[in-house]
């Protein structure tokens, strides 16, 4: 069975600093991986995502991530925080190739904080 | 173009008693989708739409919820009767490829549901 977990429930970082969401997932066939925000009182937004080919896939906001197979992870970072950062992340997973009842899995969310 | 639109956004309910979402999404969006969200955790699937069809409805609790989307347009969600354990977000998204599921969904702003 597919899973996706996301370590740490809560991250803060100083404006200007790294950020690092990390996410791992499980699937016994490829996946397709995604990483969607939540600003507050608002649905999901799809930050990035990577399906086939290069590794490394930037998104929108200056947020990149890369596939590790190897690691079964897909860790989100910024390299300089910036306040309007400040959101709920979700990690999610689905399988390359499928059908449309192939099921989207989303993690429990990382909420990001940035202190001035 | 227009996004996914929901409502109402707010509702406050006593338990056992109904209530029902609406939601309309992406022009030519074929495939819907009901999450819903508790505080604290992520998206969790209801129920999946592939036009007017059923795709997946594994997680919909049927003794009290139900969804339709008659015309392959727009669709509603029930409660009925409704539980405490209900309080949640319900989110609304869409995405625009039938069969192949890439994971880009398009997500509404969500309807807040408090029973008490």
């Known amino acids: 069975a597919q899973s996706v977990t996301q370590l740490g429930s809560h991250v803060s970082v100083s404006e200007g600093a790294l950020v690092l969401l990390r996410c791992n997932y499980s699937s016994s066939v490829p996946p397709y991986l995604f990483w969607y925000v939540q600003y507050p009182n608002q649905g999901l937004q799809l930050l990035l995502k990577y399906t086939t080919g290069a590794t490394l896939v930037k998104g929108i906001n200056g947020f990149e991530a890369e596939f590790k197979k190897s690691e079964t992870s897909f860790h989100l970072t910024k390299p300089s925080a910036h306040m309007s950062d400040a959101a709920e992340y979700f990690c999610?997973?689905?399988?390359?190739?499928?059908?449309?009842?192939?099921?989207?899995?989303f993690g429990s969310g990382t909420r990001l904080s940035i202190r001035p | 173009e227009a996004g996914v639109a929901q409502s109402p956004r707010y509702k406050i309910i006593e338990k056992r008693q109904s209530v029902a979402f609406w939601c309309n999404p992406i022009?030519?969006?074929?495939?819907l989708y009901w999450y819903q969200q508790i505080l604290g955790q992520g998206p969790k699937l209801l129920i999946q739409f592939q036009n007017n069809g059923v795709v997946d409805d594994s997680q919909l609790p049927k003794d009290r919820f139900s969804a339709e989307r008659l015309k392959g347009v727009d669709s509603t969600l029930k409660i009925q009767p409704a539980k405490l354990e209900d309080s949640a977000v319900y989110l609304c998204a869409s995405s625009l490829l039938s069969g192949r599921v890439t994971g880009e969904l398009f997500f509404g702003e969500g309807s807040r549901l408090t029973v008490l």
């Open positions: 999610a997973v689905t399988f390359a190739g499928y059908s449309s009842a192939s099921k989207i899995i």
């Open positions: 022009s030519g969006h074929a495939t």
